[in-house]
């Protein structure tokens, strides 16, 4: 399994903004779907953002407008802009790749790498 390495957590304040970035070998951000997903305390992980190798884009409606996903397919990186955070947003991040070659990559279950996710904590 290729390793996905998510930055950029940390605590801030509501109102605040952080960028968050992950890393893939060139393998697998190769025509893959990539997306964030976050996962609060005793909740289900969820798919918040994803981005198609043509820069095409999605969100969930509980982060549109404050977040903005983007990659950089030269040097295989996936970012996510995160402005105007609430408490709502604390949660463990993670990216996760999926092979779009070969999936349709419309279920979590599609996506078959992950990182080991980064913290965000947004206080109030």
């Known amino acids: 399994q290729a390793q996905l390495v998510e930055s950029g957590g940390g605590l801030v304040q509501a109102g605040g903004s952080l960028r968050l970035s992950c890393t893939a070998p060139?393998?697998?951000?190769?025509?893959?779907?990539m997306a964030w997903y976050r996962q609060a305390p005793g909740e289900e992980r969820v798919s918040i953002a994803r981005?198609?190798?043509?820069?095409?884009?999605a969100y969930a409606d509980s982060v549109k407008g404050r977040f903005t996903i983007s990659r950089d397919n030269v040097k295989n990186k996936l970012y996510l802009e995160m402005n105007g955070l609430t408490p709502d947003d604390t949660a463990m991040y993670y990216c996760?790749?999926?092979?779009?070659?070969?999936?349709?990559?419309?279920?979590?279950?599609?996506?078959?790498?992950w990182g080991q996710g980064t913290q965000v904590t947004v206080s109030s």
């Open positions: 996760a790749s999926c092979p779009a070659q070969f999936r349709t990559c419309a279920f979590t279950a599609d996506f078959d790498n």
């Open positions: 060139g393998s697998t951000f190769s025509g893959s779907i």
């Open positions: 981005i198609r190798y043509s820069g095409n884009t």
